[in-house]
């Protein structure tokens, strides 16, 4: 699993004593929205150094992500504790992510799971996702499947699609719940429709396969594309076979080939093999009008394919 550490600037302002201090933030926030960053600082740092929380979060966002300063996550770890110590939900998940992957302190998962839980209970759905995560894969925690499973649900039910995706691979694997391929489905099915690549891509494996659902190869096809459009290699090699055998589309080896190109070009070895098999069968004015596509493809990001 990877974990994509997306953080924000705090844009809600906390309740200040003083209207000028709210009036520094807001200025804080209208110059960041606007690239200037400096001035953000400038605006900040005044309030961050007399204890706000909001202003020491958004400082310790600019450090990790070198805005308007040179990155410095040492620095943005600092800032993060001073606002996770007043209890500061976001800045305590973003502790949680650094001791997780080594960033600015040394790694530390044990440390990772404090700050997560505390996050979590400030209701931070990202947080208990990661704590299932954690005990998933027994780090910091002894693994144990029920409690991912129980913390998966908890932010799940919240509409997180990253937990979403991962309750319905345990429910597909059996894993601290009864195997259910209905189950893993029904999940599947709400993270791919909040347009996530890895939710699609699992979703029309299992109509390919005829898991949990009618065995329906137009279907797989829809939710491979999905998946494939995001640049996601699986469904890309899928979508490409797919078009190979003409199985919920027409047989075009010219689109195969161009599908299998870019998931090779991606790392797939076994889509290079499948590649260059699908060529043996092909012209070469076949072959360049699919790389022609698969150029053509890539440099839309993908909204050029077929």
């Not at 770890?77 to 080594?102: C, K, N, P, T």
């Not at 040394?106 to 704590?131: C, K, N």
């Not at 029920?146 to 059996?174: C, D, F, H, I, P």
């Amino acid at each position: 699993m990877s974990i994509l550490f997306r953080v924000s600037l705090f844009a809600a302002c906390i309740v200040l004593a003083e209207p000028v201090m709210a009036q520094d933030f807001n200025a804080g926030l209208d110059a960041s929205s606007t690239g200037d960053f400096a001035i953000a600082i400038e605006n900040w740092l005044p309030l961050a150094e007399q204890g706000n929380a909001s202003a020491q979060y958004n400082l310790g966002v600019i450090y990790l992500n070198g805005r308007g300063v040179p990155q410095n996550y040492a620095e943005a770890v600092r800032w993060y504790r001073l606002a996770a110590e007043q209890g500061f939900a976001e800045a305590q998940q973003s502790l949680g992510i650094l001791h997780m992957i080594g960033q600015g302190v040394p790694q530390d998962d044990v440390e990772a799971m404090r700050w997560y839980r505390l996050a979590a209970e400030h209701g931070l759905t990202q947080s208990q996702s990661f704590i299932g995560f954690m005990y998933q894969h027994g780090r910091g925690v002894l693994q144990d499947d029920g409690e991912a499973v129980r913390w998966y649900r908890l932010a799940a039910e919240q509409g997180l699609g990253t937990a979403q995706v991962n309750l319905g691979s345990m429910y597909q694997e059996g894993r601290g719940v009864l195997q259910d391929d209905g189950e893993a489905v029904r999940w599947y099915r709400l993270a791919a429709e909040q347009g996530l690549e890895t939710a699609q891509f699992r979703l029309g494996l299992m109509y390919d396969y005829g898991r949990g659902v009618p065995q329906d190869d137009a279907e797989a096809v829809h939710w491979y594309r999905l998946a494939a459009a995001q640049g996601y290699d699986g469904a890309q090699l899928n979508l490409g076979t797919m078009y190979v055998n003409g199985r919920g589309v027409l047989q075009d080896y010219a689109i195969a080939h161009m599908w299998l190109n870019i998931a090779a070009a991606n790392g797939l070895e076994n889509a290079r093999r499948a590649r260059d098999i699908v060529g043996e069968l092909m012209t070469r004015e076949q072959i360049s009008d699919a790389q022609a596509r698969a150029r053509a493809c890539v440099l839309s990001d993908y909204s050029d394919c077929e």
